[in-house]
């Protein structure tokens, strides 16, 4: 090291101390003075930014600028040549932005840089956003709009992000969102519960459009949230949810249930034990869309999806693999094409069945009276009896001998053939006797949290390219798995950034004073 590179070493520790002493006597100072907490507290974290700073300036300093040489031989055997003029890059970090100056490579001046020695020892990311700044952002964009999440991080950190550059970022880290599922293991089978759970629901994503392309041929123009100048809003579009789980069986009776669903005293309920909880609980979403803008692309990959969760999960076909979904035909004509061969108990969401009662109730007494209470009450305690013929033949033959009207009977037809349509999937007595759970609770709070929390809010629309990235970076965030699959991401980012260092890129020459 040079005799000038020693002093400009010395000199930044020497500014380095600086700003800790002076968050020293800042503290010192504000005793003496009778400050209140929170204005130390201020005073101290933005202190903390600043010394945090040149504590990172300090830290790009002592890692030079990667020179190495006129001559660099890459991993393949190719040599490249060093450019005569320093490239620079900005570095946004949480402790504020940096702007870094490293000598590149490449075949000849002008042409395409191929190596950039620093870059890749201190494995920087693409974009000029730190991989911790990312990861602070997407977190909170995963919850909270675009706007509020630059605002947020503006407040706390001192520094603005555009809407824009969040959404990039946004886009690019839920590239690695399918991968990631890929790459994770089959949990431990001693831990997984006795029962293998699926469900999947639809749920609509407000979505834009041109003002001059018809909605069914929306592909991705700019993100927008709120969209308020990418043209005429267009309808809802159906994303698919999926979710999959193990349990413990949970045993009740017929009995049990309606008191609950009534929400009758506690005194007169039976003790229950602790319902058990789900384990491995994972959660999927997709709005793709093929060129002629079906959905069956989102079919594919959550009930693909699905499926693998059972085939890897439960392998030896030891577990009883229960289905809950409504009763959207859709939904269960895609499973027998993805799990042709596996044993399902196929469960008709109770919740979705009492609606059903209700309407029925609704058309022989007026709402909230005691007599249609007392309807629902009698009819749905048959139906988790097993008793489902029992009701549709109850039902006809009350609409008949009430002398309804034409327009009565066509509704009430319809709740019939519901039921009748969904009988083989409405044993209820028998599941809850084998402890199945009967109610897609877990799929629809999927669908509200990821979906509804997130896109619904009001005045959003979405482009499709920006309601994919969300819903599966959602889903991540959903599952718990936020920590793991950044990490994830980062190494994969690395990897295919700095697949090789250069043949003589290993020894690093730290700018230390002697």
Request: hydrophobic share 35%.
């Amino acid at each position: 090291m040079n005799k000038k590179s020693i002093n400009l070493d010395k000199t930044k520790r020497k500014e380095l101390l600086a700003k800790a002493q002076e968050m020293v006597t800042f503290v010192e100072d504000a005793c003496k003075a009778g400050h209140a907490a929170h204005e130390v507290e201020e005073g101290l974290f933005r202190k903390a930014l600043e010394l945090g700073h040149h504590a990172f300036e300090m830290f790009f300093f002592l890692n030079g600028n990667g020179d190495k040489g006129k001559f660099v031989t890459l991993a393949d055997g190719r040599q490249v040549r060093r450019f005569d003029e320093l490239h620079r890059r900005d570095y946004l970090s949480v402790f504020g932005l940096f702007e870094l100056s490293r000598v590149v490579y490449g075949k000849r001046e002008g042409q395409t840089i191929e190596h950039v020695p620093l870059d890749a020892r201190l494995k920087l990311p693409q974009s000029k956003f730190s991989y911790l700044l990312q990861d602070w952002d997407q977190f909170l964009v995963v919850e909270t709009p675009y706007a509020k999440v630059s605002k947020t991080i503006a407040k706390i950190l001192g520094f603005t992000q555009s809407v824009n550059s969040l959404e990039r970022s946004n886009r690019k880290m839920s590239k690695l969102v399918e991968e990631y599922w890929d790459s994770q293991p089959i949990p431990p089978a001693e831990e997984e519960g006795a029962l293998m759970i699926c469900s999947a629901d639809g749920k609509g994503v407000p979505i834009c459009r041109d003002a001059d392309t018809p909605e069914e041929q929306v592909q991705t123009p700019p993100s927008c949230e709120p969209c308020e100048k990418q043209g005429k809003e267009g309808k809802k579009k159906m994303s698919l949810v999926g979710t999959a789980y193990t349990v413990g069986p949970y045993i009740r009776t017929p009995e049990q249930v309606l008191k609950a669903l009534f929400k009758e005293s506690k005194a007169d309920l039976e003790p229950l034990p602790s319902r058990p909880k789900p384990l491995f609980k994972h959660v999927r979403a997709s709005l793709i869309r093929d060129i002629s803008g079906t959905s069956q692309p989102s079919y594919e990959e959550i009930f693909g999806w699905l499926s693998r969760e059972v085939m890897t999960r439960n392998p030896a076909g030891e577990k009883p693999i229960v289905f809950i979904m409504d009763g959207q035909e859709s939904l269960w004509n895609a499973l027998p094409k993805y799990l042709p061969k596996t044993n399902i108990i196929d469960i008709l969401d109770l919740l979705h069945v009492c609606s059903y009662v209700w309407k029925a109730a609704h058309i022989f007494y007026k709402k909230e009276s005691k007599a249609a209470l007392r309807f629902a009450k009698e009819y749905i305690y048959r139906i988790l009896k097993g008793r489902v013929w029992g009701v549709i033949r109850g039902l006809r033959w009350k609409g008949t001998h009430e002398g309804l009207s034409a327009k009565k009977l066509e509704k009430l037809e319809k709740i019939c053939g519901y039921f009748e349509n969904n009988r083989h999937r409405m044993a209820y007595d028998e599941y809850l006797a084998a402890g199945y759970p009967i109610a897609s609770g877990v799929i629809e709070g999927a669908c509200r949290y990821v979906v509804k929390d997130r896109m619904e809010r009001t005045g959003m629309r979405w482009v499709l390219e920006g309601a994919q990235s969300m819903l599966g970076l959602r889903c991540i965030h959903l599952s718990g798995y936020w920590d793991d699959f950044v990490r994830f991401r980062i190494a994969r980012e690395c990897e295919r950034l700095y697949p090789g260092h250069a043949a003589n890129d290993d020894a690093v020459e730290w700018l230390q004073a002697a």
